[in-house]
């Protein structure tokens, strides 16, 4: 996050892009596990695209939050890279 808040240039635009490809993308590796064993494999397809739409207002709520903010400072947009 402090990398992605002050890159001025592509340099550590893409440290920033490494970094949170390794330690980012854990979160939906997780989800099919995670489900599987609270609920069963009955269904497993259904609960699994239930607990991504059920992320989505998270993951689209920066958009919002760029056009109401336009030029602040808002850790959720540098988290999705908006």
Sequence with gaps: ???WS???SMGPIM????IYGFAG???LSLIPPV?????GTEGFATLVG???LTNSPGR???LLLKNTFARANCG???VNGM
């Design 1 to 3: 996050m402090v990398i």
């Design 6 to 8: 002050f890159a001025t």
């Design 15 to 18: 440290l920033f892009s490494i």
């Design 25 to 27: 993308s854990w979160f």
């Design 35 to 39: 489900v599987a064993q609270m609920f």
């Design 50 to 52: 239930f607990v991504v």
């Design 60 to 62: 689209l709520s920066p």
């Design 76 to 78: 959720p947009l540098y």
